[in-house]
């Protein structure tokens, strides 16, 4: 099993910045891949940025040379740092978190998000 839970969640102005942290717990042998997605309202849930083992990202074209993806695996942690936010960011952001436990078998879970909302 695994446990995520997002924090950094909030309301700003545009142009403003958020940190969000996601941290994993549970029985995890290691954990591949880390990322957040989010879901604004009558919209699907869309990638914002993942991160796995080694460093390598990837990001939404929307998001990209706005937020920076960072990862602490010691902490089993991921941040996502948004710049100069705008309007359309706003949305319930997820964090999931996919590896494997002691038995090499798979793992993954979702958070249960946090609500980021810019606006003036």
């Known amino acids: 099993q695994v446990q995520v839970v997002e924090s950094g969640g909030g309301l700003v102005q545009p142009g403003g910045s958020l940190r969000l942290s996601c941290a994993a717990s549970?029985?995890?042998?290691?954990?591949?891949?880390m990322g957040w997605y989010r879901q604004a309202p009558g919209k699907q849930r869309e990638l914002v940025a993942h991160i796995i083992t080694g460093g390598s990202t990837k990001y939404a074209d929307s998001v990209k040379g706005r937020f920076t993806i960072s990862r602490d695996n010691a902490k089993n942690t991921v941040y996502l740092e948004m710049n100069s936010l705008k309007p359309e960011d706003t949305a319930v952001y997820y964090c999931n978190a996919q590896g494997s436990d002691y038995a090499r078998r798979p793992v993954g879970s979702w958070g249960q998000g946090t609500q980021v909302t810019v606006s003036s």
């Open positions: 549970g029985t995890i042998f290691s954990i591949s891949v």
